[in-house]
């Protein structure tokens, strides 16, 4: 990657949104947890989320060892989850996925814009769709064992 390049998907907006998973600290108190791995990049995240009686995402924690992308992704992911339905969290890989194969529009999810420059950067997709593949997993898993 060219250092313009680099730049370019590294920028402070981004970089400075990886700084506030701080503010989401992981413990085993949560009611649901998962764990998902990147194939492509080796990036890991351990999730908890707590939801409340009527299905909203009432606390979000998470352990992320991932690059600047994971992070910054897991932090947006984060930053605008409490409140959030099942649906709202679970419809979001999809919507992802269709954005970075250029067939559908930048997902409508506040902050992801930022993520925009790693669009072009295929190594970092895993990354990006880390958390919403996790925060997926565990709210699936949570439905069907209701």
């Not at 080796?42 to 600047?68: E, P, Y």
């Not at 989850?81 to 409508?108: C, F, H, N, Y």
Request: with cysteine; net charge negative; charged share 15%.
């Amino acid at each position: 990657m060219s250092e313009a390049n680099a730049a370019k998907l590294y920028s402070p907006q981004l970089l400075a949104l990886s700084a506030t998973l701080a503010d989401y600290p992981f413990n085993d108190s949560f009611t649901l947890i998962g764990e998902a791995r990147s194939r492509t990049c080796g990036s890991v995240i351990k999730l908890g989320l707590d939801m409340s009686q009527h299905g909203a995402i009432t606390r979000v924690g998470m352990q992320v060892t991932a690059c600047a992308i994971g992070q910054s992704s897991a932090a947006i992911m984060a930053t605008d989850a409490v409140g959030r339905s099942v649906a709202d969290i679970t419809a979001m890989p999809a919507q992802i996925e269709t954005w970075l194969k250029d067939a559908g529009p930048l997902p409508a999810w506040p902050g992801f814009e930022a993520l925009a420059p790693a669009k072009e950067h295929p190594g970092r997709h895993g990354a990006l769709l880390l958390v919403w593949n996790a925060a997926r997993e565990v709210l699936s898993s949570a439905a069907a064992s209701s």
